[in-house]
């Protein structure tokens, strides 16, 4: 490690997708950045591994707001090497007969799809999507982009406007409830829905309905990174590096050193000890208070930190993904039915009810696996995450499911590769051409080695704790927390356990960094967004 000057501005714990946005704004806004990643590499679940030339994103594929986040723009993304591919069919869902219904961006595109199967609910999808459109653009992205309003002073805000209304409604039903009370009947389009809303681990049952517009709308425009999910890191990094961040790499920091309740700096592995004015966090809140604050100063600051920090709830499934470099890209039997469906984005397989789903999810929390989830042909959408040049024809693609962290069948270690065969099989009874296919490589990411790649995603957590009411908006982490600022004073805190939460979504870095420049006197040289303008005008964020 080369030799760190002693004091800074500002110092960054962790080099995931937040903690890089924060430094690139805070370093052009003028502060004195130092971040520290405990990795080898920067980029948090940004991971792009190649082998043999093909390039497997192991945890975040998906980009569910690249095209709305201000950070792509603000930190001038694209002139640093990040572009993004938005698919033409975002999802299709298989049936074991040939047939698929196939879901677009363009809300008229997929009722036509729907059609074939449900003139009726063609007709209805068409005027809900319009509703869900208009909650999710106008109230839920701008919230995004925000600090969170107090949830009663949510309540009360959002009564001012009709969209506002509908979000409030929707806060006190479960995605079952929000889901029926579309009026859809056909059960291939209902389970469409509900899939694309709890594949990254949201409890059908629980609370927070307006959730599933907002997974579903935002999944339809959901990009791949060019050339791989590191790439995202790569341009973050670059421009903060541009505006003179120092980066340490294979630097774990062991303690946030305070002055009775004030954050002065931190502690490195290594025993090196380093000092700024403002220290921002961005892993779980169990990591930042009790193992780097530690209880006494936290209990100094706040009677009720320890207890909120221990009451934190990880989500009850993880994820499996198998990623694959075949010798041929996957050729669906659907497409004689739909063509467009064989090249959708995400592809569902194994579940054709909304009990078919229920049962899946309900058997992964109980530590079962099963043959159900999403096939993606990444190479469909960017030829360049394989070798074409060396391998003429040949595929990346990758098996997403949920699943459970504590496996009923065995050790991870031990079952990983029968998994591996046995989803290709369970494949090839959609796609015939992969039964004698070739696999050149294959990888399993399963949530042991997710946990152990990315020590903060506890237990192969998803997105750094559930999504449940008491750790969501106002509350997330905490109700002392969720402005960024922390009962230590000087202390922020900026990850995926803060609101608005994970998926890569740009937002927690650029959010903390508003309030830390605020706090340091600086300048903020970003402009906000119009549409934050615009909700801000009907009472729609804070």
């Known amino acids: 490690m080369a030799k760190l000057e002693r004091e800074y501005d500002v110092i960054i714990v962790g080099g995931g997708p937040n903690g890089l946005v924060a430094a690139g704004y805070l370093a052009k806004a003028g502060a004195k950045v130092l971040l520290l990643e405990r990795h080898h590499e920067l980029g948090g679940g940004l991971i792009t591994e190649e082998w043999s030339g093909f390039r497997f994103n ?3 594929k998906l980009m569910m707001m690249m095209d709305v986040a201000p950070a792509y ?7 640093w090497g990040c572009s993004y591919k938005h698919p033409d069919a975002a999802a299709a869902i298989f049936t074991r007969d040939g047939r698929a219904l196939t879901l677009y961006p363009d809300i008229e595109r997929s009722a036509a799809s729907i059609a074939r199967f449900s003139p009726a609910d063609a007709e209805r999808y068409s005027e809900v999507m319009q509703e869900w459109s208009i909650l999710v653009e106008e109230a839920l992205v701008p919230a995004t982009f925000t600090l969170p309003m107090p949830m009663l002073d949510m309540v009360v805000s959002y009564q001012q406007s009709e969209v506002g209304e509908l979000v409030n409604e929707m806060a006190e039903e479960t995605f079952l409830e929000t889901l029926d009370a579309t009026g859809f009947e056909n059960e291939l389009l209902r389970t469409a829905i509900l899939y694309l809303g709890t594949m990254y681990g949201m409890d059908p049952d629980g609370g927070l309905g307006f959730l599933l517009p907002l997974f579903f709308h935002r999944l339809l425009h959901a990009s791949i990174i060019s050339n791989g999910s590191h790439q995202l890191a790569g341009s973050l990094a670059r421009f903060a590096n541009n505006h003179g961040v120092t980066f340490e790499r294979a630097a774990p920091v062991v303690k946030v050193l305070c002055d009775g309740t004030k954050a002065v700096g931190v502690r490195l592995a290594g025993g090196d000890e380093v000092f700024a004015k403002k220290v921002i966090t961005t892993t779980n809140p169990q990591t930042t ?3 780097l604050v530690g209880e006494d100063a936290c209990n100094q600051a706040s009677p009720s930190l320890v207890e909120q920090t221990k009451a934190w709830e990880w989500e009850s499934t993880s994820t499996l993904n198998v990623h694959y470099a075949l010798d041929r890209r996957p050729e669906h039997a659907a497409a004689e039915f739909d063509p467009a469906a064989d090249r959708a984005l995400v592809k569902i397989m194994g ?3 909304v009990d078919d789903l229920l049962e899946h999810i309900d058997g992964v929390r109980r530590g079962e696996f099963d043959l159900v989830g999403a096939g993606m042909t990444l190479t469909d959408l960017d030829p360049m995450q394989a070798p074409i040049d060396v391998e003429p024809g040949s595929a990346v693609a990758c098996w997403e499911t949920l699943a459970p962290y504590e496996n009923a069948e065995g050790d991870w270690d031990d079952v990983a590769q029968g998994y591996a065969e046995r989803i290709l099989d369970t494949w090839a009874e959609y796609a015939p ?7 050149i490589r294959s990888y399993v990411n399963h949530p042991a080695y997710i946990e152990a790649k990315l020590p903060d995603m506890k237990r192969g957590s998803i997105k750094h704790g559930a999504y449940v009411t008491t750790q969501m908006l106002s509350n997330r982490p905490n109700i002392d927390c969720s402005s960024y600022r922390t009962p230590i004073e000087d202390l922020y805190v900026a990850g995926a356990s803060v609101w608005p939460g994970g998926m890569v979504l740009l937002a927690g870095g650029y959010n903390v960094a508003g309030v830390v420049a605020d706090d340091l006197g600086l300048d903020r040289w970003w402009s ?6 615009r909700a801000r005008e009907q009472g729609l964020v804070g």
């Open 58 to 60: 192991t945890h975040a």
């Open 73 to 79: 723009e603000d930190l001038e993304l694209e002139s």
């Open 289 to 291: 208070f009790l193992d």
């Open 351 to 353: 579940v054709e009810t």
């Open 433 to 439: 051409n992969l039964a004698d296919a070739r696999i």
């Open 528 to 533: 906000e967004p119009d549409f934050v303008i």
